[in-house]
Structure formats: structure tokens, C-alpha cells
């Protein structure tokens, strides 16, 4: 989904080969398991790690190298980990998986913005933006060549104006709904990751 409003939002959903296209152009892309993740995470400790060969941290740490790579292959400043961002990464992340729910927004949840807002991360005022990325994938090399394949979700990953970055990760799958392409049990790991930046007020 990508969504303008405001102060200039956009929140974008992916996860690996096209799973569905729903309201909102909400898009959602589920890693496949017959993809050939070999040199894919080149450079970045764990990328080609499946759950049961790295802690949840590491495979943070692995997809967060990922993207930073990406930037830099495209000119972009790094996005530096906020623990703001961060926080509302892994607590979305685990009710997608306890909840069996693959959206932005699950049940009980407030919407990003209001999330983001009350985090701290906007402490002060002023203007900001963000995007988010699902996803759910074996590796994050996966996850990453995943989102790449997809324009509208590469933007977040490249967009010149993002500065910070919270990913979340939680072992298991937000199966059968909405994820029909990514299998149940522990084999994979799901993902959230929140991209902002932020101007204060002068």
C-alpha cells in the first residue's frame, strides 16, 4: 500500500513473489523457498541464514546490512537504527505472527502514524515521513531480493529522504492469512521494517 497524507507519508508492503493485491493497492510478496540464495547476502554477516542458523538479533542485523547495501550501491545515505522505530518494528512483527495476521494494522493495533507519533520518534514536532515493508522469507537475502523485485517497494529501500530504519523479526509464519506462499511452522522468519526521517521544528 502506498499512502500520502499529511506529513508526507508512504507505507509500502512487501514480501517476495506477489502474493495478493488488495484494497489501498496493498501488495503483498512472500519469499518462495526454491530460490537460490547463494551469494545473494555477500558482505553481510548471517544474510543467508535460515532461523534455526541465527538468533532473530542477527538476522536484524543481516537485513538491515542488506538494505544499507542497496543504498549504497545506489548513491543513498545509510539509514542509522532507531530504537523508536525499532521498538514499533518488533512488537508489529509478533502480533502478525500470534495473530495470524499479515497487514499493516492488525487487531487491537492503532494505526502506524499514531504508533510513530507516540513512540518519541517525532518528540518535538515538526515535519516527518515514513514507510513500511512486510515481508516473510527463509533468509534475509531472500527477503531483500524479494523486495527489490518490486519498484513500488524498492522506493522505501532507496528513497533518498529516509535517514532511519527499525526492523523487527519473529520466527514463524502470519499463516493462512494473507500469506498463503509462506509455509507454517519455524522455518521462516517474518519481518518488519519501518523507514523514516525527520525535521524538527526550527
Not at 554477516?45 to 549504497?72: F, G, M, V, Y
Not at 530504519?165 to 509464519?173: Q, V
Request: proline share 5%.
Amino acid at each position: 500500500m502506498t499512502q500520502r497524507a499529511g506529513n508526507d507519508k508512504r507505507i509500502g508492503a512487501a514480501f517476495a513473489v506477489v502474493a495478493a493485491l488488495m484494497a489501498l493497492a496493498l501488495a503483498l510478496l512472500i519469499s518462495p523457498p526454491g530460490l537460490d540464495a547463494n551469494a545473494l547476502g555477500g558482505g553481510c554477516a548471517h544474510a543467508d541464514a535460515t532461523p534455526d542458523q541465527a538468533s532473530s538479533k542477527q538476522l536484524r542485523k543481516a537485513l538491515a546490512c542488506l538494505i544499507n547495501r542497496e543504498r549504497a550501491d545506489r548513491n543513498r545515505v545509510r539509514v542509522r537504527p532507531n530504537a523508536d522505530l525499532a521498538g514499533i518494528a518488533r512488537r508489529h512483527t509478533k502480533v502478525m505472527v500470534k495473530e495470524n495476521c499479515f497487514k499493516h494494522e492488525c487487531p487491537g493495533e492503532r494505526p502506524l502514524k499514531k504508533r510513530i507519533e507516540s513512540s518519541g520518534y517525532i518528540k518535538g514536532g515538526g515535519r516527518y515521513g515514513y514507510g513500511e515493508n512486510l515481508g516473510c522469507s527463509r533468509t534475509p537475502a531472500l527477503m531483500i531480493e524479494a523486495w527489490m523485485t518490486s519498484s513500488f517497494h524498492r522506493k522505501n529501500i532507496v528513497d533518498r529522504r529516509f535517514r532511519h530504519l527499525g526492523i523487527g523479526a519473529k520466527n514463524g509464519s502470519p499463516y493462512p492469512r494473507g500469506a498463503n506462499l509462506c509455509r507454517p511452522g519455524k522455518d521462516y522468519m517474518t519481518y518488519t521494517a519501518i523507514f523514516a526521517w525527520r525535521k524538527p521544528k526550527r
